[in-house]
């Protein structure tokens, strides 16, 4: 028997909802617009208010505020909207999310803010942005209208946007709903990326390359925060090698 969901006495929650079998939800930018804009309405038609949200290739994170108890029905119309759309352009069958959405309940202010700073740290620590400012994200929302999102809660902590982005972007180790991307997908990843940065087909130096030209492209994909032993087992070279770029 289905347990049942913990309902929030302050109506705030982290969620996350991800593909089945870890598969990517969004393949370009339009997925992304289409699921905001699906987001959009139904938080609308629900009363759900969005704190937060980031949207990476194969999972969502969302802070919201559910200020009529319709987080299940809510989730159900947007995951199910959103999944008769990918499948049609996609011509695919089947469930495209995995079968739960994961909540997490929000108790404290400071909780909170915890979540708020790790769902927009998100992109970052998954490798899918170089910096917190991330297009998919609700990072920006402090600075430039965003209609889509509600930035009064924050906000009220802190004297202005700048202390509140001090504290977006300080290292932290926060720990909420914990999705990241397997091994797998995070080297591919690295590997688009490496090839991205080279300029090339393969994630490998051609022959005979100068040590000179060498030390200048690795010091381009460690200048884009890629680790020095994801460089060294991708590209083959020794991390000794890597490391005097």
């Known amino acids: 028997m289905r347990k049942a969901r913990i309902k929030s006495e302050t109506g705030l929650y982290h969620v996350c909802i991800r593909g089945v079998n870890r598969q990517d939800i969004f393949f370009d930018d339009y997925d992304k617009s289409q699921f905001l ?14 704190h937060s949200y980031s949207l990476l290739n194969n999972h969502v994170h969302l802070e919201i505020e559910d200020k009529n108890d319709c987080l299940s029905i809510f989730m159900q119309c947007l995951c199910s909207i959103y999944a008769r759309y ?45 910096s917190f400012d991330y297009k998919w994200s609700s990072y920006s929302a402090y600075r430039k209208q965003n209609p889509l999102v509600i930035t009064v809660t924050a906000l009220g902590n802190f004297a202005d946007s700048s ?16 999705i990241s991307l397997t091994r797998a997908a995070r080297e591919k990843f690295y590997i688009e990326k490496i090839k991205r940065l080279l300029k090339s087909k393969t994630p490998y130096f051609e022959a005979g390359i100068s040590k000179e030209k060498l030390l200048q492209k690795l010091k381009i994909l460690k200048n884009n925060s890629i680790p020095v032993s ?16």
């Open 163 to 178: 202390q509140l982005y001090r504290f977006l972007n300080t290292k932290n180790y926060d720990e909420c709903i914990d």
């Open 230 to 245: 994801v460089i060294s087992r991708i590209t083959g070279l020794s991390r000794y090698i890597v490391s005097l770029a």
């Open 37 to 50: 804009n699906y987001l959009k309405k139904y938080s609308k038609k629900y009363n759900v208010l969005i």
């Open 86 to 130: 990918f499948n049609f352009k996609y011509d695919r069958v089947g469930h495209l999310f995995q079968e739960r959405f994961a909540s997490q309940i929000i108790k404290t202010n400071e909780q909170f803010l915890t979540v708020l700073r790790y769902i927009l740290q998100n992109s970052y620590k998954a490798g899918i942005s170089t």
